[in-house]
């Protein structure tokens, strides 16, 4: 990328509407633009132009004789540096039509006009300091946005929020680094700068910051990608029934044939403003055939994925088949870490007695059953409650041991179904101070700051020299500094950039 080029590109999205915007933004985009557009009334010279005001004319086409009329347009001008990239930049309002669209840009290549490259708008306001890495990765997020806890993310991060809760901390530990690096440039008097114990406190209290926000991604990634909800049980439960009810179309292959569903299948689905991504999953049984193998491992793997999951269970089988296949599913989930729901289908040609069999005893059957989980997990259970290792409260007992009962061949109570999963997600309080991690980029980097944290403090329980301290802190401080861009390269910023939209 050149910064002496002139560039342009159409920012609004492709296709038929009823205006277009072009944008410019370069050193010569106020000529370029003058050079094809004449002001109703006086014609506006390049030293009448007044910044960030709109001026109503037209686009013609000045290359033949008679000059023609192109479009009707509203042309903004902004000045260097107040405006998106920070340099001279031109917005022109066309309409929307296809044909204007591409001939407004044919005559701003013509005048010396380059074509933006994708992200390249957004690219130029990094260079020029309009904002730093993690904020202009933002602007993306917040454009992709598709419900109000992630639009709530990104504006957090594009307003700074967790570019400076890293430079605090970043500024911290650049100091300890400076004092640990002038103790080198004295080692042979022995003396020693940074104090043992305050590097010690803050290396703690750094790493618990940085573990916070690495434990965040977790839900950060689901709002972003939608929260993942596993929809499992035995072959011919229903769970394929049970996506297509959900998302309201035929989306999975309904069979009578067990073994259908080989593979997973993925859709997203908005509940009340919050990105669900469910997962249809082949149905658990024993089996010698290869391929419903495969699809059986890919079950239990997504099941150790999702934040919620779908028990279910066929309501036409009997209770100890029933309770079997409840405990299959319950042996696969930490119900400490995710929240499980058990619904009974086929509720509509089930016997009546089963219901009340599984309703008067099945905690009876169920009790012991989560006991073990809950401590093979680490944590313990009461008459009430159920607590992680630390004595957090997770469930209460009878939400974790209950039944819901569906018809999803009917669509009989999956509306209900649908709030108890809304019900049961654990979000934080999404305001303007909350900082969640979604950008897999940024936890990586993270990952990798906490290591050389954690090396760091190892290397002064070990008694290790300054220098060798003073190398990992600078590991930290270059994987915090690569999330916003404090220190980078044109590779990582060729991917960053390259996955936005051209035109932004």
Known sequence: MSKNDTICAVSTASGVGAIAVIRLSGAESHKIA??????????????????????????FDPIKDDKPMVDDVLITFFKAPHSYTGEDSVEISCHGSVFIQQKILELLVVRGCRLA?????????????????????????????????????????????????????RS??????????????????????????????????????????????????AIKNGIPVAIVGETNTGKSTLLNAILGEERAIVSDIEGTTRDTIEE????????????????????????????????????SEADIVIGMLDGTKSVKKIIEAWKTIVSHVNVLKQKLLIIVNKQDIMDVATMFTLNDDYIDYMKPTFEKNIENYGGYMTDEYCYSITGMDLYDIRELMTFSYISAKNQEDVDGLKQNIHHCTTLPNIDGSTTLVANIRHFEALTHAKESLEQVKKGMDDKLSA?????????ALYYIGSITGEVTNSEVLGNIFGRFCIGK
């Open 34 to 59: 003058l050079f094809i557009f004449r002001k109703k009334g006086k014609q506006l010279d390049i030293n009448d132009i007044e910044p960030n005001k709109a001026y109503y004319g037209e686009i």
């Open 117 to 169: 490259k994708p992200g390249e708008f957004s690219k130029r306001a990094f260079i020029n300091d309009k904002f730093d890495l993690a904020q202009a990765e933002a602007v993306a997020d917040l454009i992709a946005s598709q419900n109000e806890a992630e639009h709530r993310i990104a504006v957090n991060q594009l307003k700074g929020g967790f570019s400076n809760e890293l430079r605090d901390l």
């Open 268 to 303: 997203t689905f908005n509940i009340d403003g919050l990105m669900y991504r469910f997962i249809d999953t082949a149905g658990i049984r024993e089996t010698s055939e290869t391929i419903e193998k495969i699809g059986i491992e890919r079950t239990f793997k997504k099941i």
């Open 172 to 221: 911290k530990l650049v100091d300890l680094t400076s004092l640990l690096e002038l103790e080198l440039d004295f080692s042979e008097e022995d003396v020693e700068f940074a104090d043992r114990t305050k590097l010690y406190e803050l290396l703690n209290t750094a790493l618990k910051h940085i573990g916070k926000l690495t434990d965040s991604f977790r839900m950060g990634n």
């Open 467 to 475: 220098d060798l301290l003073a190398q990992d802190l600078r590991q």
